[in-house]
């Protein structure tokens, strides 16, 4: 459904410029994005691959599993209907941990992991179990308390005060995760 809305902007704005005459500004601009886009990811990339190598000796050393137990005291009775043992509790506090570290790049993988695992559980494979649903909630509006991929692009746009937006990063998630949980908690009582 998004791609069709992205396509229907893209005719949209390529018919308008048609129209205006301003089809010269419309090509200066995909190839400016373009190249701006391209510059934006190879300053990005050796951060993102740093913190994710992190990520990785992390978790190969059990230190995500230590942080995964102490994570899992605060989401066991979001997913109660979990089993105690299962990998999916691992997954989603691992990507509860990369999220509060502010590496979105680096929760996909576990978030993916864990709605593979909690699909295990799901008696109805065909609709999305409220486990799945929770999860979802819990990781878009996922408690961020180092922004690092945000700091890192404010250095890279040269900021005069990169960390400045921690404390506001902080409680906007906090208060958006609080809200998610509710509303969420709320909407799944009918399944």
Same mark, same amino acid.
């Given at each position: ?13 390529? !018919? ?16 400016? *994005? ?12 050796? +951060?993102?691959?740093?913190? %994710?190598?992190?990520?990785? !000796? ?7 599993? &230590?942080?995964? &137990? ?67 909630? %819990? ?16 250095? %890279?746009? &040269? *900021? ?9 990063? +902080? !409680? *906007? ?13 709320? %909407?799944?009582?009918?399944?």
């Amino acid at each position: 459904m998004v791609n069709k809305i992205w396509c229907i902007f893209i005719i949209i704005g390529i !018919i308008f410029s048609f129209i205006s005459g301003n089809t010269l500004k419309v090509n200066e601009t995909i190839v400016g *994005s373009s190249k701006d886009t391209l510059e934006l990811f190879l300053q990005i990339f050796p +951060i993102i691959t740093l913190w %994710l190598g992190i990520m990785n !000796i992390a978790f190969k050393s059990n230190v995500l599993d &230590k942080l995964s &137990k102490v994570i899992y005291i605060f989401i066991k009775p979001i997913f109660k209907s979990i089993p105690s043992n299962h990998d999916s509790l691992k997954y989603i506090s691992t990507n509860i941990i990369a999220n509060i570290l502010g590496l979105g790049s680096a929760a996909t993988p576990a978030g993916l992991k864990a709605m593979k695992s909690l699909q295990e559980l799901n008696p109805n494979k065909d609709v999305a179990s409220k486990e799945m649903l929770t999860f979802t909630a %819990l990781n878009t509006s996922a408690v961020t308390i180092f922004p690092t991929t945000l700091i890192s692009l404010r250095i %890279l746009y &040269k *900021s005069i005060n990169p960390n400045a937006t921690v404390i506001i990063t +902080i !409680i *906007s998630t906090i208060i958006a995760t609080i809200v998610c949980l509710i509303t969420n908690n709320i %909407l799944t009582r009918r399944l």
